[in-house]
């Protein structure tokens, strides 16, 4: 059980106390101390160490009953066998709220382990809540508190709180950040998390009236359904980016479908992110390139954006990185070329990019600018501005940062070079306008912008009314079979059927025969063409052991087509249980897909999508959502695929059901998720027929958790 | 045609003028004066100006004639409309090289294009070589020589050219480079390039001895072939990076086939460089990260990397970046992990990422590091730098530099942070070893090492014997038949297949009927089954019009689906001309594929290899390479689709016949280049048959040039 207790001592505390305090400065105890007295820190500080004296002209305490109030957050920097018995005394004096900087916990092995649990066990007796422990602290340099051992100087005020799995990684960053003049709001080392997690950190940060942004470190993520539901309540008025590693460690899932195959580690992490209106950076300099033009910039209208640069080379440069973005170039109005026009000079290049040759003047760069930003075409501007040859970077720097804080539009900066555009960066800097040292990473800042503004308007969009879906009856059936079944077995054909049947989905008429008489019979009434398949719960691929017979058109191939299917499969699986042959009236062609969903470890039930048919693994055209699903989602995951794009026609393919498929999906995912006893559940292919003829599962399987 | 005058001049001159050198600050013709002073050229400058004077202490000639030798190059800063005149005066004073910094030429429109083909006349008539004009003239920082115009200090000397067709980006590139502390070889600007174009200077920086990497920024290729063939005989010895931009500046491709559809710009231009072995880089910054791990790294022998890290969280991250840049983590030695274990504390971890915890130190370092290179398991190390806690971050890079530079294998540093990491900074890079601030960079920069060590490899495979080609049959029935095309028709089938039949290409047996019962008469002939396939030089896609049958397997389906096709073929198509329907036997069920050429542009024939079918375009599933293939380009591409992979069989798809499709994607490949004539060929699809039945071209088409 997660505590619910408030983590308000740690991010607002009027007094903390250092627990190992120390005045020999090659300690962490000393670092934690000075940081405390040196960040200006307004709350009371106190020092508990059992030798006791004084270190920055304060008393410190033999420990920490003794350390008067007010008092709301200790900080432990001891040996890890001290810490339960500190936490006991932490607990008496009242304190709810303890940071453990320790190591020597679960890191170590199974020693530190059981250590970190007798820790989280006098937590939970006190109701107190516990950062770490093996991290490095935390930081709030508007409060302003440095609770972290790191040499000075900590990182400048900002607007970008920094939420991080790793303690190294912070140190990196709070370093790096302090050199590159990137200030920061919060900074938060989670350690070992054995109490406060990362969900458990998002809300409190988001609360901070200073932060813009949250960035996140991650490693993993504990409880995924938890996760997506706090970030998504946070990225509607802040965003939220995440790093996350780990991508490779985990090795292939042990799973037997075409889903689990095809579904890597990061389909749900993907999947969970767009839910919750994470966005996705892959390297640590995207994160904090994306962060300063998601903190400073109004959201783009749309994806046309306008280039203005002083020099051909680099517009170019950034055509190509704005495409590749997913952006494209603006076509300017009529209106525009022709101001632009009567501002530049007669070689001027007034197609966007807007190339205002190298002779531009920082009024010209303003002029054209403002120009650029009142064109209705226009969503968004690059400025790239390479050191000019009659100007100076820095005064064209100060001509645009008014035109671009009168802008409700984006504008991003691409300076080019280093030396000769310092005044310009501390200008811009200074003024929060975005700057990047190439259009490539200026491009993708923009793009970053274009995911937010894209995002928020999804969540305007209107819901859609509810599906008829009969879970009750799906839920009894179940129930009736559920004992009958080993953990890990296949469902019966025939159950999952009738299973999906309650959540509308589409089945072919079928029966199943014990002999090739049976299957004669079955035939006729079904009329021909029929198709013969293996019915075996022991068999979840029938046409790798030859188990499918399609497209035969009379009693004679019925017949001998049952004893063929019969003698492959005891051929190949000579121990399968074999409950006869399934008859199924032939469908017309159509578009095979597949639909599939297993639980995810962290994320439970995730949906995939794509084309069917056996070769689906190879091609990855798939795409993931998790169920249930809404039915934007639904709408992305078809779009993503050409499998489904496809579904609206192409050349000589005619339109299929898309509308049927949509619904499946949907209908689909709303079982997968009512149903987590399934490890995997899988329609193999569904067949889409043309349009307004339906969608239909032609061969299906699931199996129980093992 | 090109000039084969030298460019020695330009590179190592005796004497230089700047015409057009002035006094005043504001002018460009005093900072080329003031650069060339400065820079420290050893050999004699002269400035000339109508004016006369004096500068710098040297006296201004009023005319180019005046200067006394040794004279090798001229620069002109001058306007354009005077440049002719004074090309004529160079020419005349004995110059055979000079470069033309000013603008005001084809960059402007047409008269500006006009005088420039005026300056490369006059050129031409002394062979003179030119640089420019509308650029900033070229650096030399070990001869050295700043022939530019830019302000001072130009760039450190070091081991990377940069050759540019933009000027501003050479500006910027400088002021970076120097802003990093990274040192440049050369720089040449090429601006308009009416005469010396990115090719002209290859070979000449490729042999300054100083240079160990070229780097290119290109707009584009003028000759693409002969970029090729110049940059393979360079890549031999030197590494060669390129940033190609314009990438989407083209627009699609004017042309009628699936080819021409899937080629984007660039495949050309990926195909072309991978030939030359060119890096293509994506960014700026990825180029001069590439650059210094080139120069200063050995390449590595494999793609297995030891991490060797002080913290979790930086070595989690490495080693993502590692597989996503396709290298993976080392399976270390049991020997090395013995040695490890007894370097480190308990709590270390030995598997690879090997961290040494936060107490690691420089010995440490030093000795796991040398432990790691002994390790045969390992190709090569990043070696993870974090602000140490308890070193400093110099000690650490002090420490390995001796085991980096004893060491036959590459390592690359990730120093993460900014000012706590300065001085091993300045450690690192003064040893030449490779330093980036995040992971992801180190782990994109091993990459590039390994691409050129694989490339490297590759020049080492001895060739395969020649193929039995019919050349000169099928010339000369290309011959015979064209006077009766049009430019730009369809090649008749029959000729078609003629020629491809000359250079090994299997057909299937077919003939051409002119009304059902010819139709029928041959089926009986070829024997059942048959397809059906409409025959008319206006049809390039047949199925699209609904004039193919497939699967015909008596008389009277073949006499029905005769009349279906003409019916469904005029329907659709009422002008076609219609040659009749031709009978073709069925073949087998396989694997289909498509081989498609095209003339692209730049580089010529350029041969498409994928997934059969129309959906071929959409799947995105095909490869390129420049026609005619080595066996080397060959395998490339069939291993670089999943269309090629899966004809080695794939679950219950059977292997097909690979080497017949190698076998028939190589003779195709000589056929695209032999007949340049042709805009278009495509064999879609070519079936390839179970495992030694060969591959054969099912349908064909081909297109003259317009």
């Given amino acids: 059980m997660a505590s619910t207790a408030s983590l308000e001592p740690f991010f607002a505390p009027r007094g903390v106390a250092v627990i190992g305090a120390s005045s020999d400065p090659t300690k962490l105890g000393y670092g934690l101390a000075r940081n405390l007295v040196q960040s200006n820190f307004k709350g009371a500080v106190h020092f508990v160490n059992p030798k006791g004296g004084s270190l920055f002209g304060r008393t410190v305490f033999p420990a920490i009953s003794e350390a008067p109030d007010p008092l709301d957050l200790a900080i432990l920097l001891i040996p890890a066998g001290a810490v339960p018995q500190t936490l006991q005394d932490c607990g008496q004096r009242g304190l709810r709220a303890v940071i453990i900087g320790s190591g020597g916990f679960r890191e170590t092995g199974p020693q530190g382990a059981a250590l970190e649990d007798e820790c989280l066990q006098i937590a939970r007796s006190f109701d107190m809540r516990l950062i770490g422990p093996n991290c490095i602290g935390l930081i709030d340099t508007h409060l302003p508190i440095d609770a972290t051992f790191l040499p000075p100087p900590g990182p400048l005020p900002g607007d970008v709180a920094f939420i991080s799995h790793s303690g190294a990684i912070c140190a990196a960053v709070i370093d790096w950040a302090r050199g590159h003049s990137f200030g920061l709001s919060l900074l938060v080392s989670l350690g070992n998390q054995v109490d406060v997690n990362e969900t458990d950190v998002l809300q409190p940060i988001a609360e901070d009236p200073f932060t813009k942004v949250l960035t996140l470190y991650l490693e993993g993520i504990r409880d995924g359904r938890r996760f997506v539901s706090e970030a998504a309540r946070i990225t509607r008025q802040k965003p939220v980016i995440a790093l996350k590693v780990g991508r490779f460690a985990g090795g292939r899932r042990a799973v037997a ?72 170039l603006a ?81 991003i900066v691409a300076l080019m070079g280093e030396r000769l555009i310092q005044e310009a960066v501390e200008h811009l800097r200074a003024a929060h306008v975005p700057e990047y040292r190439f259009p490539e990473r200026a491009a993708s800042a923009l793009a970053a912008l274009t995911w937010r503004a894209e995002y928020l308007a999804r969540l305007e969009q209107a819901p859609e009314p509810p599906l008829d879906l009969d879970r009750a009856r799906a839920r009894s059936l179940f129930q009736a079979n559920r004992a009958s079944l080993m953990p890990g077995a296949w469902l019966p054909v025939e159950l999952l059927e009738e299973l999906l049947a309650c959540y509308g989905i589409q089945i072919p008429q079928s029966s199943l025969a014990n002999s090739p008489a049976q299957a004669v019979e079955q035939a006729r009434r079904l009329n021909f063409p ?177």
């Fill in 257 to 328: 479908s075409h889903t689990g195959a095809m579904a890597g580690q990061e389909s749900a992490y993907n999947a969970a992110f767009r839910r919750a209106g994470v966005i996705r950076a892959e390297t640590s300099e995207e994160m904090f390139d994306w962060a300063r033009a998601l903190a400073w910039c109004p959201p783009p209208k749309g994806r046309s954006i306008a280039i203005l640069t002083n020099a051909g080379g680099p517009g170019v440069t950034a055509a190509d990185a704005l495409e590749i973005h997913g952006m494209h």
């Fill in 331 to 411: 076509a300017l109005s009529e209106a525009a070329i022709q101001q632009l026009q009567a501002e530049l000079p007669p070689a001027a290049s007034l197609a966007n990019p807007v190339d205002m040759l190298a002779s531009a003047s920082p009024e010209q760069y303003a002029r054209c600018l403002q120009i650029l930003l009142d064109d209705p075409n226009v969503h968004g501007v690059m400025v790239i501005l390479p050191p000019p040859p009659m100007f100076t970077a820095g005064a064209v720097a100060r001509a645009i940062i008014p035109v671009i804080h009168h802008s409700e539009k984006p504008v």
């Fill in 530 to 706: 029929v198709a013969l398949k293996i019915a075996s719960a022991d068999i979840p691929h029938k046409s790798d052991v030859h188990g499918v017979l399609l497209n035969l058109w009379d009693e004679n191939a019925v017949a001998s087509g049952y004893a063929q299917i019969i003698e492959n499969v005891n051929r190949a699986h000579p121990a399968a249980q074999i409950a006869g042959v399934t008859i199924q009236k032939m469908l017309p062609t159509g578009q095979d897909l597949i639909l599939g969903a297993l639980q995810d470890p962290q994320f439970g039930p995730l949906v995939m999508f794509g084309a069917g048919g056996v070769e689906a693994e190879q091609l990855k055209d798939t795409a993931f959502a998790l169920a249930p699903m809404s039915a934007e989602e639904a709408d992305y995951v078809i779009e993503g695929t050409w499998a489904g794009r496809r579904l609206s026609g192409y050349r000589n393919l005619p339109p299929a059901d898309r509308a049927a498929v949509r619904g499946a999906l949907l209908r689909f995912s709303f079982f997968a998720a009512d149903f987590p006893e399934l490890a995997e559940v899988e329609i193999n292919p569904l067949r889409a027929l043309t349009d307004g003829q339906g969608a239909f599962a032609l061969d299906l399987r699931a199996r129980l958790n093992a």
